[in-house]
């Protein structure tokens, strides 16, 4: 009997351990290496090869500089929110740009890839992978 309390006290622990802050995996994943958008579904159409070429380098600071063929295309914001799975990209611009200009819900985060459902509609999804 006390090994099977020490064995599901030891279970719980590790559940605990394994658990992580996804703002935090987050904002250490986008920071790092730049990225590109590797599948962006927009009111049921597939618009990814719109933003072939397109770079986004997340910065720290909270802005975004994209860039199209080495050239500086564009700057805006970027944000999470706490405690509520939010991703917000903000570009003060009109344009194509202007599909990623949404509150997203964070749907996933890993090392090479972040995929992203528009807030209230989760069937508009975008997909940013990292580039290198």
Not at 4 to 17: N, P, R
Not at 75 to 88: P, V
Not at 96 to 117: G, R
Request: with cysteine; proline share 2%; charged share 25%.
């Amino acid at each position: 009997m006390k090994r099977l309390v020490l064995f599901l006290a030891l279970l719980v622990v590790a559940s605990f351990a394994g658990c992580s802050n996804n703002d935090d995996d987050l904002t250490d994943t986008i920071t790092t290496g730049t990225w590109r958008v590797s599948y962006l579904s927009d009111d049921g159409d597939e618009d990814t090869s719109l933003f072939h070429g397109y770079v986004f380098s997340f910065r720290p600071d909270g802005t975004v500089l994209v860039t199209r063929q080495g050239l500086p295309s564009a700057l805006g914001t970027w944000n999470e929110y706490n405690n509520d799975n939010r991703f917000d990209l903000d570009f003060d611009q009109t344009g194509l740009l202007q599909k990623l200009d949404e509150d997203w819900v964070v749907a996933s985060v890993n090392d090479d890839a972040i995929l992203l459902n528009e807030f209230g509609r989760p069937l508009n999804q975008c997909e940013f992978t990292r580039i290198y």
